[in-house]
């Protein structure tokens, strides 16, 4: 057993069958099998259960593709550490970001980086805040940027800028030549938020709570899974909702949608770099991340 087992069970897990691993480590269907059966012999046990043309992992493999994931990742951080010694920052960087950094600041952010450092291969996970956080826990990655605090032990966190959020309307709503509504106003409108887990319904929640207001009394039509899905929902005339103007520049810029305060709610919130506190950043890891300080905290 080797760690190209591992990277090869690795990706039948992540793929969910042979077929698929094997077009994206250009093997044929055959040797990915022979792969997964000495690995199967090499633990004495089932690791991966074939169900037609999927591939699951079993108890065992579940147990296995933690360790997998971890030692990859070292292998990774070596090979990056080795690299620099070298005097070249190179390698893979496995990053995330809740929605909103996710979508609309990282990209930007990734593509100045890899003018810097071009020997470089950044991987972006984008999920709600909730998520992000466990994967940082499980060592999934090393670092992210998500829009609310937690309490969790493991966690380092520090505020890395700031965004604007506001309640947004269609351009067709009765709102729309408005600048700003009462915060009691709202309670009576049809309204969209976000799943639970999200930074930004976090954060929404924290500035109602603020001046003694609930988020979940208001006339909630709907909750919906992504921001992108808030939009649509704003556009089609299914309710109105607060969400960060970065995410609907184009729209407020077009004119398809408006943008309004709302009295007496702050709703102003950090971005957090959020980082594992027991885990030394590779120094690809570290490069990214002097890089992110310098850009938004000089």
């Given at each position: 057993?080797?760690?190209?087992?591992?990277q090869i069970f690795q990706k039948v897990v992540d793929l969910k069958g042979f077929s698929n691993a094997s077009k994206v480590v250009n093997l044929t269907q055959p040797?990915?099998?022979?792969?997964?059966?000495?690995?199967?012999?090499?633990?004495?046990?089932?690791?991966?259960?074939?169900?037609?043309?999927?591939?699951?992992?079993?108890?065992?493999?579940?147990?296995?593709?933690?360790?997998?994931?971890?030692?990859?990742?070292?292998?990774?951080?070596?090979?990056?550490?080795?690299?620099?010694?070298?005097?070249?920052?190179?390698?893979?960087?496995?990053?995330?970001?809740?929605?909103?950094?996710?979508?609309?600041?990282?990209?930007?952010?990734?593509?100045?980086?890899?003018?810097?450092?071009?020997?470089?291969?950044?991987?972006?996970?984008?999920?709600?805040?909730?998520?992000?956080?466990?994967?940082?826990?499980?060592?999934?990655?090393?670092?992210?940027?998500?829009?609310?605090?937690?309490?969790?032990?493991?966690?380092?966190?520090?505020?890395?800028?700031?965004?604007?959020?506001?309640?947004?309307?269609?351009?067709?709503?009765?709102?729309?030549?408005?600048?700003?509504?009462?915060?009691?106003?709202?309670?009576?409108?049809?309204f969209i938020i976000r799943e639970q887990g999200s930074g930004t319904l976090q954060s929404i929640a924290n500035s109602f709570s603020k001046v003694d207001k609930d988020?979940?009394?208001?006339?909630?039509?709907?909750?919906?899974?992504?921001?992108?899905?808030?939009?649509?929902?704003?556009?089609?005339?299914?309710?109105?909702?607060?969400?960060?103007?970065?995410?609907?520049?184009?729209?407020?810029?077009?004119?398809?949608?408006?943008?309004?305060?709302?009295?007496?709610?702050?709703?102003?919130?950090?971005?957090?770099?959020?980082?594992?506190?027991?885990?030394?950043?590779?120094?690809?890891?570290?490069a990214f991340i002097d890089f992110l300080e310098e850009r938004f905290l000089n």
């Open positions: 057993m080797d760690l190209w087992h591992l040797t990915i099998s022979t792969h997964i059966k000495e690995l199967e012999n090499f633990y004495r046990c089932r690791l991966v259960d074939r169900l037609g043309k999927q591939a699951l992992p079993t108890r065992a493999g579940e147990l296995l593709y933690d360790y997998a994931e971890k030692l990859i990742a070292l292998f990774e951080e070596s090979q990056t550490a080795m690299a620099e010694f070298l005097g070249n920052i190179s390698g893979r960087l496995v990053i995330g970001g809740s929605t909103i950094p996710g979508n609309y600041i990282l990209p930007r952010e990734i593509g100045f980086f890899l003018k810097k450092f071009e020997n470089v291969n950044i991987s972006v996970t984008i999920g709600d805040t909730e998520q992000i956080i466990q994967d940082i826990c499980d060592y999934r990655m090393e670092l992210a940027i998500v829009g609310a605090e937690t309490d969790r032990g493991q966690i380092r966190q520090k505020k890395l800028l700031e965004d604007e959020m506001r309640l947004i309307v269609p351009a067709g709503h009765k709102w729309a030549g408005k600048t700003h509504v009462s915060s009691n106003a709202l309670f009576s409108e049809p988020v979940f009394s208001l006339n909630i039509i709907a909750q919906l899974g992504s921001t992108a899905a808030v939009i649509q929902g704003i556009k089609n005339n299914v309710g109105i909702s607060i969400l960060s103007t970065r995410a609907v520049a184009e729209e407020l810029a077009a004119g398809t949608l408006k943008a309004l305060a709302v009295d007496r709610v702050d709703l102003k919130r950090n971005f957090y770099l959020t980082t594992h506190k027991d885990r030394t950043p590779s120094p690809l890891g570290r």
